[in-house]
DNA sequence: TAATACCCTACCAAATTAGTATGGTATTAC
DNA sequence: GTAATACCATACTAATTTGGTAGGGTATTA
């Protein structure tokens, strides 16, 4: 139902936690406890936003994980990514693999469009904005005003 | 993947063959002649849109389907609807349920803007649109044109 | 009344997702 | 150099969702 992972709130879940003590190491026990997530459940969290390089892990006693990118500079899209892949609505507009439907796919590839618009609201907005709800009622608000100020050419 | 199914792109579709042909009625036989699907799954995207009232159905000998709504008047969104529900990226933002991790999840609503914003530009986007690929350019770039000129408020 | 063509429900198989378990490896402290 | 800490990698299971299919029912028209 266009829906996106549960894994990816629970990565956005984790980064607000390991952003809200900053420089400081969390382990796995710790952020679990922090956010209420089961213990296996952040480590496969963990392993998404580290192998995406959001998050900087290290091993051995004293280790831990702290958070990589400041919170300003990561994208909702980017935390998608990390759980889901590169986004794409249809198959078609993603593979290089031909669809059955030949004749009526042209269509399809309209999707690409949607599809990039999506990208490019998902990029615009960060975890920072994410953070501060107030804030990011502000530039909702603005985007939308933005989006119905467009007149759409065919209408 | 924060994809859509492949129902609603064959929606897409068949709305594009109906709208070609106008106030002609057509069998499910001919739509999936024209179409290249096979007759169980036009079967199966017929329901979908005709309960949707964007196709009008008549039985019996002489019977067939014809589209309801003009082209201009289908946005993509109510295609979107119409095979996989009402549109929500979260459980949270969707259900009445609370999830477990109470704690967090104030930020999780947040997906809420995020949500409201997708829903804006696949209202905005119409048959009519994806039938022509080169006005969808057009309409393409002028939103991407005013969403670049947002500038966020916390950078 | 018979032919046409939509309608409804249910079923099956494949793919995806969430959640869990387990043994391995790197780093630090003593 | 050994033990404790804590991340790493893989794989497995169960549940859910999705796509595709089947078969009998009902309305309309000639």
Not at 37 to 59: E, N, S, W
Not at 63 to 68: C, K, N, Q, T, V
Not at 132 to 145: A, F, W
């Amino acid at each position: 139902m266009l829906r996106i992972g549960k894994l990816t709130d629970y990565g956005l879940v984790v980064l607000n936690q390991l952003a809200l003590v900053g420089a400081v190491k969390q382990s796995t026990d710790d952020i679990a406890q922090a956010t209420g997530l089961t213990v296996p459940t952040v480590r496969k969290v963990m392993k998404a936003i580290v192998d995406a390089g959001l998050v900087i892990a290290q091993r051995g006693s004293k280790g831990g994980y702290r958070i990589a990118v400041a919170p300003a500079q990561i994208s909702v899209l980017d935390v998608v990514q990390a759980f889901e892949g590169p986004i794409s609505l249809t198959e078609c507009s993603a593979d290089d693999n031909q669809c059955e439907i030949t004749e009526s796919c042209s269509l399809s590839s309209n999707w690409t469009g949607i599809n990039d618009l999506l990208l490019r609201v998902l990029r615009d907005i960060t975890l920072d904005d994410i953070r501060h709800p107030e804030v990011q009622d502000t530039l909702h608000h603005q985007i939308v005003d933005q989006l119905q100020r467009i007149q759409l050419v065919n209408l």
